[in-house]
């Protein structure tokens, strides 16, 4: 990087003045945000979605998404303002000096060309680099980044790696022109926390080997800690607050601050939750589920009691999802029993009556996909009510207001389309219409794990409550340890299909660990600046 | 002014005034049309220039040419209108029942349709017409025929398109939804596929409405179609062709009508695909 260094006159890389952007509807999505990046920092940008992170993070490189435009304010990389320049400088800009890395590596690659031709496309597109040298600084790359056999990983396809190695592939792929700046979107956010871990500790040791400026988004606090040298609280496009990254953690000085803190630092505590019935209402006994030939679920046996909440947990691709889908029917199972309330349930969804149906009711991840788009509240939670009970238009209709108010949801919610309501209210209108059916078990497969963090909260409060009201139960599976901690009573450890450890919550993260469970507990970023290296030392060691 | 709560572009308001204008002419044929649409002129003869009292002339047998494309306007919009309709509804339940119905009935129909698929389409309503339309002509009349075999035959188009669009949705999680409901195949059908299929299939509905317009006059401009004196568009282009090379321009006037509708047509169409691609509020990314 000695060459980029020379150029530089100061420290500062990046400094925006006054941005406003604004969608083409003249809402304004950055309003007047300003920041300085020096070489060598990290700026934090969190928030929750809507914030504009990502639109700022664009407007750095004076790029705006569809229907968005940047409508004041100034850009200066080097002291050169981008904004000024004509198309064809701006683009001789971008991936130069300043690079961009997306949440989803697997949508940023191109499927039909191998990973090192696409990282070497573009210093040899700006004619920084001869195709060989290109090839050697990628090769540097992928063995800074750690990726398995560096010589050879080039040569594969996207789908042929791993999530995480496909996100670090990209990482080598923003720095092939070795820009001066890296704008870094959410890049773990799709990973799961083990991987998250390793792709962390790489960019951190990436930034500081070539003394590159990077502007970090997330909206998880714990990880932003692990990274930044300050932080920028965004809300509605407005800066919050701004502060070195110790100072947020510990001493936030804006209410909006405060929340996001609590609320993450909460996560980390056990809580104690009532006593539970004994009866089972599912009871599973060494149930194998199987995709053509791939085994999904392997000996799998779980109960879960009435009014009890029990967790799953593992990572993607361990079965926890699977699980559930045997359990409903949709996966086939080839040997076991799913026993519900002491009666056997047939494998096969076909075959099961409408009362096993109602009785077991599903909460999808994503609410968007989960209600249909052109149905209406009134239609997607009555529905249940008509078919399960045979009630009339005006029962079906109290029912519904009555079912809105119980999810917190306003009763003149009914006669809007799905589409009209925020990520948090249609998932409220999920566990409704579960709620129509009167269900004895509720199946979450986390429902709150693509809503922001005080969103998901607010979800987890309403099924607490509901489940102390009605007594229902919850199979609960979820990536996420800290909402474990706070709900189930009793947690169960997946990994690839086969429950490695299962118990009472308190004693899954009690030592002594499985050792699967204690590096998955391990692995989940805390709020604290040395947490990272801490956990990195101790594995070395270990 | 706003329809189905958007409102129209500069060219969608041209691609409607045009389309509206043809369905009037159409609609209302024998009051705006000066003169029956079979009556010949004898003492005006064939391919006579335009006039004032005949706007357009008249064509090979000395019939006003403005009468018969005003008629014309009826028979081909009302054929073509018909026959989509028709090859929709075949093509849409059809579609659907393949994706929900199961691996069976999918194999079954796809394949029946990829054999449909195989035969060209003109040569096959050729045979079929000329096999059976005289068979059934006497029963329910030669245009039902007609309309009715372009209908089956376009409807494996609309088949493959529907399908295609329910595939995409009858793996979303509201229609598994639906089955862990206990809800039955025709339901899911109509209440969870079918109002998400739809904005996608109207303006396929459009474009295979030009299509069938082009295609009557195509199977009128090589006997099977619409027969005389009945006027329609493809036909009249047919019936004066001859009279380009004597420098008439009879056959322009029909012609002329097929471009404007046919543009008319995709300006609407344009204009409600482009409704479809736009980000609704909800999904729009901030």
Redesign the interface.
């Known amino acids: 990087m000695a060459e980029g260094a020379s150029k530089a006159t100061t420290d500062q890389v990046l400094k925006i003045t006054d941005l406003r952007i604004e969608?083409i509807h003249g809402l304004v999505?950055v309003d007047n945000v300003s920041l300085e990046l020096k070489r060598g920092e990290v700026l934090g940008l969190i928030g929750e979605?809507?914030a504009?992170k990502?639109?700022i993070g664009l407007g750095a490189m004076a790029y705006s998404?569809g229907?968005c435009r940047i409508t004041g304010g100034k850009v200066e990389i080097d002291g050169v303002s981008i904004r000024d320049l004509s198309a064809e400088g701006r683009r001789e800009m971008r991936g130069r000096r300043i690079a961009y890395i997306a949440q989803s590596a697997a949508a940023s690659f191109n499927p039909a060309h191998k990973i090192i031709d696409q990282v070497i496309e573009m210093p040899v597109k700006h004619g920084i680099m001869s195709k060989t040298e290109a090839k050697a600084w990628a090769l540097e790359l992928f063995r800074a980044l750690d990726l398995p056999k560096p010589e050879i990983f080039g040569e594969r396809y996207p789908h042929q790696v791993s999530g995480g190695q496909l996100q670090r592939a990209m990482t080598a792929m923003a720095m092939s022109c070795r820009p001066d700046i890296m704008v870094f979107d959410e890049p773990t956010t799709a990973l799961d926390v083990t991987t998250q871990i390793e792709v962390l500790a790489l960019i951190k040791k990436l930034i500081h080997e070539y003394n590159t400026a990077a502007l970090y988004i997330t909206h998880d606090l714990a990880v932003v800690a692990q990274v930044s040298d300050r932080i920028m609280v965004l809300r509605h496009g407005k800066m919050v607050e701004l502060g070195d990254t110790k100072q947020i953690l510990g001493a936030p000085r804006t209410d909006y601050a405060r929340a996001l803190v609590s609320e993450r630092k909460e996560a980390d505590h056990l809580s104690q939750l009532p006593k539970v019935d004994t009866a089972h209402v599912l009871e599973v006994t060494n149930a194998v589920g199987v995709y053509e030939t791939f085994v999904a679920v392997n000996n799998v046996s779980i109960h879960v009691a009435k009014s009890e909440t029990v967790a799953v947990v593992g990572e993607s691709g361990s079965g926890k999802s699977s699980l559930a889908r045997l359990i409903?029917g949709?996966l086939p199972r080839r040997s076991g029993s799913v026993k519900f309330n002491g009666k056997e349930l047939p494998p096969a969804?076909k075959e099961?009556s409408?009362d096993d149906?109602?009785r077991i009711q599903?909460i999808?991840q994503?609410p968007?996909?989960?209600?249909?788009?052109?149905?209406t509240i009134a239609e997607i939670i009555g529905?249940?009510v008509q078919?399960y009970f045979g009630r009339s238009p005006a029962e079906v209709k109290r029912r519904v207001a009555e079912l809105l108010v119980e999810v917190g949801l306003p009763e003149d919610y009914a006669g809007r389309l799905s589409?009209?309501?925020s990520g948090g209210q249609k998932q409220r209108v999920s566990i409704a219409?579960a709620l129509a059916?009167e269900p004895d078990l509720i199946i979450c497969d986390e429902p709150t794990s693509a809503l922001d963090q005080l969103v998901a909260d607010g979800v987890l409060k309403l099924l607490k409550k509901l489940q102390d009201e009605l007594g229902v139960a919850y199979l609960f599976i979820t990536h996420d340890l800290g909402i474990v901690r706070r709900i189930a009573h009793r947690t169960a450890v997946m990994l690839k299909g086969e429950i490695v450890a299962q118990g009472p919550t308190a004693q899954i993260f009690n030592p002594p660990f499985h050792p699967y469970t204690e590096r998955l507990i391990s692995s989940v970023p805390e709020m604290r600046t040395e947490w990272l290296d801490e956990v990195l030392a101790k594995r070395r060691v270990g | 002014m706003r329809i189905f709560g958007h409102k129209p572009t500069i060219t969608a308001w041209i691609g409607i005034v045009i389309v509206a204008g043809f369905l009037v002419i159409g609609i209302f044929a024998p009051w705006i049309a000066p003169y029956p649409e079979d009556r010949t002129f004898d003492d005006v003869g064939s391919y006579a220039p335009p006039s004032a009292t005949m706007w357009l002339g008249t064509d090979q047998i000395g019939r006003d040419l403005l009468s018969r494309v005003i008629y014309g306007a009826r028979t081909t919009i009302g054929i073509a209108f018909l026959t989509t309709v028709l090859s929709f509804a075949i093509g849409i339940v059809t579609g659907l029942w393949a994706v929900v119905g199961g691996k069976i009935v999918d194999q079954i129909l796809s394949r029946l349709v990829d054999v449909m698929l195989s035969i060209p389409l003109l040569i096959f309503a050729l045979i079929v017409l000329s096999l059976f339309g005289s068979l059934f002509q006497s029963v329910i009349g030669s245009l039902t025929v007609l309309i009715c075999v372009i209908a089956v035959l376009d409807s494996t188009r609309v088949f493959r398109l529907s399908r295609s669009v329910a595939m995409n949705i009858v793996v979303?999680?509201?229609v598994?939804?639906a089955?862990?409901?206990?809800?039955g195949t025709w339901w899911i059908i109509r209440?969870?596929i079918l109002?998400?299929a739809l904005p996608p299939m109207i303006s396929e509905f459009g474009l295979r409405f030009c299509f069938n317009f082009l295609f009557v006059a195509a199977l009128s401009f090589l006997g099977l179609g619409v027969q005389p004196p009945l006027a329609d568009w493809g036909g009249m282009v047919k019936e004066n062709a001859k009279a380009l090379g004597v420098g008439g321009m009879a056959p322009l006037w029909p012609a002329a009508a097929i471009a404007l509708m046919t543009i008319g047509v995709n300006l609407i169409v344009d204009w409600i695909l482009s409704i479809n691609a736009r980000?609704?509020?909800?999904?729009?990314?901030?």
């Not at chain 1, 968007?368 to 149905?375: E, F, H, I, K, S």
């Open positions: 969608s999505l979605s809507g504009g990502s639109t998404r229907g409903l949709l969804l099961r409408k149906l109602r599903f999808y994503q968007d996909v989960a209600l249909n788009p052109r149905q529905r249940p078919l589409t009209a309501l219409r059916a | 979303l999680e509201y598994e939804a089955r862990l409901r206990g809800e209440r969870e109002p998400n980000p609704s509020g909800a999904s729009a990314e901030m």
